[in-house]
């Protein structure tokens, strides 16, 4: 195990010198997304409520869970929450992946 720490040491150390290069040449190398993963930035209880709002009002049609958090930014657990919280603002037609959600005409 000892030892093993030692070559991931020195290829730590590699990857490194290889970005460090690559930045000065102007080259991506893709290394640093796989170390790197984007977080969400955190938005307050209003922003979520505009946004997801502003997504039904767009969408008279109708519009699935996954694309009301795709097309606002908020993390899908977030949208589902919102959802179950203003089940008065919203109506849902389907099942599972065929579900959309509506906003209620009467709401805001």
Sequence with gaps: MAERKGYEGKMAEIDAKIQHIC???GIEVGLETATKKERRTKMSGH???AKILEA???A???ISQIDI???TG???ASVVNWLKEN???VRSEGERKGKKV???SECC
């Design 87 to 89: 089940a008065g603002k």
């Design 47 to 49: 922003e979520i409520d």
């Design 23 to 25: 930045k000065e040449l």
């Design 74 to 76: 908020v993390s899908y």
């Design 56 to 58: 039904l009002k767009n």
């Design 69 to 71: 958090s795709k097309s």
């Design 102 to 104: 509506f906003l209620v």
């Design 60 to 62: 008279p049609q109708g």
